[in-house]
Structure formats: structure tokens, C-alpha cells
């Protein structure tokens, strides 16, 4: 009989785990969860105080089999997954399948408890935490195991029955008043309002106009600088226009450039902490550019182990799942001893720096770190794929520095008055210079945009002293215009969603790929954008669950669970509290919300057949166009319909030229390429065939416009090489107000008609084919390209040119007949 069985998530988790413990410890994985709620149905009984009905997931009979057979000739069974509530959660669900009599047992009841003297002190079945993989931290767990924290369970169990109630009681209201196959989500839906209020905010924006005038002077030494003009006297001016300028930079021709005062003072920039969960996501989308979910993957990787030539199996980070910047003690004694060492007494505070925690609740757990400070990257590098060394180094940096002293800066503010006749003109510039680097020598924190200590570090200024004479060089006004809010990346949304308290940081991985996996946001040049069944779907929602989806109520529902998990709230409590606002705005939406199935919006738009007026209507795909004469119970009525364009929005400078920049696989993060295939462009890994990844070119980043030469035959503006749902069209720069599309023609009649002109079209699955130009007058149509030219053999009225491997050939289409013939030139890409 083994000494223990240990139970964890995974196999990578399990291997490195076995080599500490040895051979008296057998140590296998679960898999992640091994019971949930049921798809089939709701699985909370409303009726009974949310008593909720967990059955075994389907596919994990055999790995629950596996480990009851185990635990038979185990003396101890040991839980180990990891150390939060959804670990706490699995925990809980393998004793209540290990520690009974799975025959006597109900089907999945949550009643169904393990038997007493399986868990308790000296008991068979216990929990071990740790915080991360090492040899002593495992050891060490072992020597102290526990109780399951049946608040924790509880905490779990709440969030997932509230998910619960939420997806099965409101998507069925989206599938039967908008379309099948959409979802809602008690977070999801809180996060895509983030963005389509983002969205809105800068469509409704208006730019104003505002001017600076910069001065560059000169004082005895070198070099010359730029003070910005900030008003009259002591009174700060706003300059809105353009005359008004130029009436100040006329005046400031002639004046007399004095130092009013020089202030020099030292400014300290303290070290930051080490990650949290949320700033390791934000500044590897940042620096690496690797989305969330990918950071999380590599994470995972690193924290369960990772081969090291002779050390075997090693855990190089800390748990990355977590809200704390706590380090142990021995992490902290090591690190400055590293310190110390490499940088010397300078770079080393008198005291280890401490942080403020922001939650109670994640007392327990760590910050992200390395598990050895004395584990350089560079010593690590040979072992570790590129994307794993990119993060290790960045969790590495970020710990060393955040126990490093500040840096030091000599920051020197100097105003300056520009004296002409009666007016005096009141200037600044602020410069820094860094003095002592501290923590900077070894990391920095990354910013979404820049701030004014950059721009300080820009001046470098002379000795200047209140009274100085300056000699003018230049004056340089310069036209600006206030900007909207930018759009959402990654970085910027999970610091948002953060700072509302919406969600945790282990969930924004999913949220994020959950919207845009449902279509309801798209990335636009690394920007989320909201697609239209995202701001159909929001506005329903919102319009009608005033409450549930309300940015203040979602995070106090967080509080909430953190209280049930300090065991300061029961989950029972906070059920009935949410339920009760739930389930009286599900009796409202079930009765006021708009079906969009219905919907028929009248446009100044005709009809291209009948000249009827068009309606917008709603079908599987979105909005369209449709003729309103149109009567299913008629079938002699105008069928006409035309695809609704969804009005992504204008790109601005920043935007395009960042949908320019590469593309970077999610998985492996190498280099996505554009490449052709038989349903036309995708974009593929060039890890190929290690990473298999590949996109439609309609998933996620937008393919940018490409303004043409040409210009519209209707309206002179010019035309534009746009790319659709159903691939490259052209047409006017101009729309809406201008509508034309360019037809594509080959230059050859049409064989039956004789009239219409070929034109080279896309079906919706990609594929190309060829029409007539009158269609649907005409309803000619051929898969490949017709040639005008008879066939010499039996005198059919066209060939065709058809590509295959070995090359293109032209053929007869006639089935009976043979005639075919090469094509010289090389072979076309397929």
C-alpha cells in the first residue's frame, strides 16, 4: 500500500510534484473540474434555497475511475490542486467521490458528502496548498495539510450558480427576440458595455480646435530649449483659434525674454510592486504584445515546471493567479541578498519595501514571482521556448526591482516672462535629469501612452537663474485638435475592468476571448471594436436588466463573494438578495423586449428592381436591406435584398498603422503570414507545422483600406480596395453618401444574352465564380473563368480557364467534350 495518493490538476503539475515527494507518494491529475452543474438543465433548485445538482462531466468517468482505484490501496489521499476557489471547488468535489461508497451514493447531489471519518484532523482525505512548486514549499505543505475551506467551496459555488442563472435564463430571450447561438454572461455582458459605451462616447465626440506656441531659447550656455507658452501674467490662456495666435506671436517678435523664477527640487520614482495577476497581464500585452490568454498559458507553464537539464522538473514562478504583492520571508531575504551582491550597498533599501495589500481575502496567497531570485533569466534561457523566457524575464525584473531603492531625479521648473509694451507673456518648460537610477537599472514600467515625466526627461536645460536674459530663436504656434477616448486594447481593458472591480484577473482571460469568440467585439488594429450584433445585444440587454448588468451592482457582487469567502457572508444569502432583483427584470424583459426578428426600419433607400422603398430587416447574419413590397405568402413580390454594410468605424493614423504592424500567432507567438487558399486569404502561423493556427481574414483584426487612383465614375471622389465579409471589393471613398460599387469585369459578352458584360463575383463561402452584369435579368453563371473564344472541336460558344496543380489549362466546358489545352507560364498558387 502506497504512503499517499495526491490528487492535482494536471499531468505537468503532477510530474514535477512526484519527483519532491518520491516513491512512497503516487501522484496523478484530475484534469481540471471533475463535476458541474448539468448542460441539460438549469441544476439550482429555485425552490429549495439554490440547492444546486453537481453530476461527474462527461468524458471524466474514466479519470474518476482511475483515482478511486488508487485511493483503495492509498493510506492518505492528498488534495492538491491549486490554492483558490476554483481549486478549493475541485478539492471538494474529489472527497465527496472518494470518500464514500460510491454505490450507496446519489447521482450527483451536492448533499452527497464524503463520511466523516475521512475528513477531519488525523483523517484519510486532505487538503495541501502551496504557493509555489519548489521542493521546501511542497514539503513544507505536507507537514501542515488541512481541512477543505468549505468557504472557499462556498464562494466558488455561489459565483457558478449566479453565471448559471444568468446564461440559462437570458439566452433563451436572445435566441427567441434576436438569433440562435448568442449567449449572455453575468460578467461577459458588463465587459462588452465597457466598450460599447467606449465606442459610443467616440462617435458622439467633437473635436475643438486649441493652438500652442512653443519658444525656443537661448540663455549664455548651451544648449537652447522649448518653453511652452501657458498665458498672460498669472493667468493661464487657452488659445482656440488660429487669429488668435497670431496676434500673440506677432507680439512676441520684439519682446524682452526674462526669467521670472528657477525652481530646482529632487523628485524620488519608488520601485513598483511585483505582479499581481492583472499588471502581469497589462504589461506583457504591453512590452511582449502577447494577448491575455496567451500570457496566462505561458504562466501556467512556467509555474507547473519546467525540465532544466540536470535540476530535472523545476517551478520557476509563484501561483499567477493572484490579487497580492505579499512575498514571504525567505523571498525577500534572498532577493536583497541578490541585490546586495549584483548592484551593491547603493541599490539595496535599509528595509525591505513593503506593499499595500487591496484585499483581505488574498492574505494568503503571494505576489508573482520568480521561485529563486538567484535564477537569472539569462541561466534559464537554453531550457525555455522564446515566449517562456520573455515572460520569466519580465516577472524576474519586475521582483528584483521592486526591492531596489528609488531612482533620483533633479527636476528644475523655470517660468519665463516675455515682456512686450504693456503685455507680459508667461512661459514654461520643466526638464529632469536622472541623478541615481535605482530600480530603473533593472526594469520599468510600461505605460499606455506617455506622460509629462517623459516629456520632462525630453528638456535638458542650461543654468538658468530668476533675472536671466534670454535671447529668442524661434516661435512655433502650432494647431492641435482635442481627441476622443482611444479604443480598448487588451492592456487598457483589463486595467479597466480592474479598477471598476468587475471580474478577477484569473477570469479576463476568458472574457476576452469569450466576446470576441461570439462575435459580439472584434480587434481592429489591436483596438476592440463592437461588431452590430455586440451593440444589439448590449442595448437589449442594459435596456432591460437595469440592475444585473449595472457597472456598481457587478462589482459589489464581487465584494460579496469575497465575504462569503472570509466566511463574513453565507452564499445561500447572497443568492436570494441577487435573485430577487433578477428575476423581476426577467419578468419585464420577457415582456417588453424588442424582437429584433420583427424589426422592419423604413430607409430613404430604393429598391434596385421595383423602386419600392427598402426596409432594414434582420436575418441570421445581421441587418440587410430588403424590399418592403415583400410577402413571404406572395411568391410573385420583389425578392430584392442587398447586404447592409456594417459601419466599422474610420480608423484614425494610430489605429492603421498598427493594423499594419505584424501579427503575432496567439499560441506560439511567431509571425503571422497572409497566405491564399482554395476558399481564398487567411492568415497563418509561420511556425507551420509545429503551430497549426490559422484566421479568416473576417475574424478578429481588421484587413485595412487601401485608397486607389481611380476615382468614382458618379461622384469623382476616389475609390477605395475594401475588404468584406465575402472578400476585396471596390468602391467609393464617399459612402454612405455615394454608393457605387465597382463590378469587376473580365471584358467578355455574356454567352447568353449577348448583352451583359461578365463580371468575376464571390459567393458567401469564398469561392470565386463569374455572372453576368445584368443579372438577374440574366442568370448566367460559371465556376471558372470563361475565355471568348469557341472551342475548335465541337464549337461550343466559350471555353473556360480551369487551374490545377500541374498548372492552368484552357478547356472546353462541354461535358462531351475533350478539347483542352496548356497554358504556358509557371503554375499558380493554390
Not at 469 to 484: A, C, R, W
Amino acid at each position: 500500500m502506497s504512503k499517499g495518493l495526491v490528487i492535482v490538476e494536471s499531468p505537468a503539475k503532477a510530474k514535477t510534484i512526484q519527483k519532491y515527494l518520491g516513491k512512497g507518494f503516487t501522484v496523478d491529475a484530475s484534469y481540471g473540474h471533475v463535476k458541474d452543474l448539468p448542460k441539460s438543465s438549469l441544476g439550482v433548485d429555485l425552490e429549495n434555497d439554490f440547492e444546486t445538482e453537481y453530476v461527474v462531466i462527461p468524458g471524466k468517468e474514466k479519470v474518476l475511475a482511475k483515482l478511486k482505484k488508487l485511493a483503495l490501496s492509498a493510506d492518505h489521499i492528498y488534495l492538491a490542486p491549486d490554492p483558490d476557489r476554483e481549486g478549493e471547488a475541485i478539492a471538494a468535489h474529489l472527497a465527496d467521490e472518494l470518500g464514500e461508497d460510491s454505490s450507496k451514493k446519489k447521482k450527483g447531489k451536492k448533499k452527497a458528502k464524503a463520511k466523516t471519518d475521512d475528513i477531519g484532523d488525523g483523517a484519510r482525505i486532505r487538503r495541501v496548498t502551496f504557493n509555489e512548486i519548489t521542493q521546501r514549499a511542497v514539503k513544507a505543505a505536507f507537514e501542515h495539510p488541512r481541512d477543505i475551506d468549505r468557504n472557499l467551496v462556498d464562494a466558488q459555488q455561489t459565483r457558478r450558480v449566479l453565471d448559471r442563472l444568468v446564461g440559462y435564463q437570458v439566452s433563451p430571450l436572445l435566441w427567441d427576440k434576436v438569433r440562435r447561438g448568442l449567449s449572455a454572461g453575468r460578467v461577459q455582458t458588463v465587459a462588452l458595455r465597457l466598450i460599447v459605451d467606449r465606442e459610443r462616447e467616440i462617435k458622439a465626440f467633437e473635436k475643438k480646435e486649441y493652438w500652442t506656441i512653443d519658444a525656443n531659447l537661448a540663455a549664455n550656455k548651451p544648449p537652447a530649449f522649448d518653453a511652452r507658452f501657458l498665458g498672460k501674467g498669472e493667468e493661464k490662456v487657452e488659445i482656440n483659434h488660429g487669429e488668435e495666435a497670431e496676434k500673440i506671436r506677432l507680439a512676441l517678435e520684439n519682446a524682452d525674454w526674462v526669467v521670472r523664477s528657477a525652481e530646482k527640487k529632487e523628485r524620488r520614482r519608488n520601485a513598483t510592486p511585483p505582479f499581481t495577476t492583472s499588471k502581469l497581464q497589462q504589461d506583457s500585452s504591453r512590452k511582449l504584445r502577447f494577448s491575455v490568454k496567451r500570457t496566462m498559458m505561458i504562466a501556467q507553464r512556467l509555474y507547473e515546471g519546467v525540465e532544466l537539464g540536470d535540476e530535472g522538473l523545476v517551478g520557476l514562478i509563484t501561483y499567477m493567479r493572484t490579487d497580492s504583492t505579499r512575498v514571504s520571508g525567505e523571498a525577500i531575504t534572498e532577493v536583497r541578498e541578490y541585490i546586495s551582491e549584483q548592484f551593491g550597498a547603493p541599490y539595496l533599501p535599509d528595509s525591505p519595501n513593503t506593499y499595500k495589500e487591496k484585499k483581505e481575502a488574498q492574505a494568503a496567497h503571494e505576489a508573482i514571482r520568480p521561485t529563486s531570485a538567484m535564477r537569472h533569466p539569462d541561466l534559464v534561457k537554453q531550457y525555455l521556448q522564446e515566449d517562456e523566457f520573455k515572460v520569466y524575464k519580465l516577472i524576474w525584473q519586475r521582483f528584483i526591482a521592486s526591492q531596489m531603492n528609488p531612482a533620483v531625479f533633479d527636476q528644475t521648473s523655470v517660468d519665463i516672462d516675455a515682456k512686450s509694451g504693456s503685455d507680459v507673456f508667461w512661459f514654461r518648460v520643466t526638464g529632469s535629469v536622472m541623478k541615481f537610477d535605482g530600480f530603473l537599472k533593472v526594469y520599468e514600467e510600461s505605460k499606455d501612452n506617455k506622460d509629462e515625466e517623459d516629456e520632462e526627461l525630453k528638456h535638458k536645460l542650461p543654468p538658468l537663474e530668476a533675472g536671466q536674459k534670454l535671447t529668442l530663436k524661434s516661435l512655433l504656434p502650432e494647431q492641435h485638435f482635442t481627441e476622443p477616448p482611444p479604443r480598448f486594447n487588451e492592456a487598457s481593458l483589463v486595467k479597466e475592468l480592474e479598477e471598476r472591480g468587475i471580474g478577477r484577473p484569473s477570469t479576463y482571460a476568458t472574457i476576452l476571448s469569450t466576446i470576441q469568440e461570439r462575435q459580439y467585439a472584434q480587434k481592429i488594429g489591436g483596438k476592440f471594436v463592437p461588431t452590430e450584433i455586440g451593440l444589439v445585444v448590449t442595448d437589449l440587454l442594459v435596456e432591460n436588466f437595469k440592475d444585473i448588468f449595472d457597472f456598481q451592482y457587478t462589482a459589489r457582487l464581487e465584494e460579496e463573494l469575497d465575504e462569503i469567502e472570509e466566511g463574513k457572508q453565507t452564499g445561500n444569502d447572497a443568492l436570494t438578495e441577487f435573485y430577487q432583483k433578477f428575476s423581476k427584470d426577467l419578468r419585464y424583459a420577457e415582456k417588453h423586449m424588442e424582437n429584433i426578428k420583427r424589426m422592419e426600419k423604413p430607409t430613404d433607400e430604393k429598391c434596385e428592381l421595383c423602386g419600392s422603398p427598402l426596409v432594414i430587416k434582420w436575418g441570421k447574419h445581421g441587418s440587410f436591406y430588403a424590399c418592403s413590397t415583400y410577402d413571404k405568402e406572395n411568391p410573385d413580390t420583389c425578392k430584392f435584398t442587398k447586404e447592409n454594410p456594417i459601419n466599422l468605424p474610420d480608423l484614425d493614423s494610430a489605429d492603421m498603422q498598427e493594423t499594419a504592424q505584424e501579427e503575432y500567432c496567439e499560441n506560439c507567438g511567431r509571425v503571422m503570414v497572409l497566405k491564399r487558399g482554395r476558399f481564398g486569404q487567411f492568415m497563418a502561423c509561420t511556425g507551420y507545422p509545429d503551430c497549426k493556427t490559422t484566421r479568416r481574414l473576417d475574424q478578429g483584426k481588421k484587413v485595412p483600406d487601401i485608397p486607389l487612383d481611380e476615382t468614382c465614375p458618379l461622384c469623382k471622389r476616389n475609390l477605395i480596395l475594401r475588404h468584406g465579409r465575402y472578400g476585396e471589393f471596390t468602391s467609393c471613398s464617399g459612402y454612405p453618401e455615394c454608393k457605387y460599387v465597382k463590378q469587376n469585369f473580365i471584358g467578355v459578352k455574356c454567352p447568353d444574352c449577348r448583352e451583359g458584360e461578365l463580371v468575376e463575383k464571390r459567393a458567401r463561402k469564398g469561392n470565386t465564380f463569374y455572372g453576368c452584369g445584368n443579372y438577374p435579368k440574366c442568370k448566367f453563371t460559371s465556376a471558372a473563368k470563361p475565355v471568348p473564344e469557341k472551342c475548335p472541336d465541337c464549337g461550343h460558344e466559350y471555353l473556360v480557364e480551369r487551374i490545377r496543380k500541374e498548372g492552368t489549362v484552357i478547356a472546353c466546358p462541354n461535358k462531351e467534350c475533350d478539347y483542352e489545352r496548356a497554358v504556358e507560364g509557371p503554375a499558380p498558387e493554390v
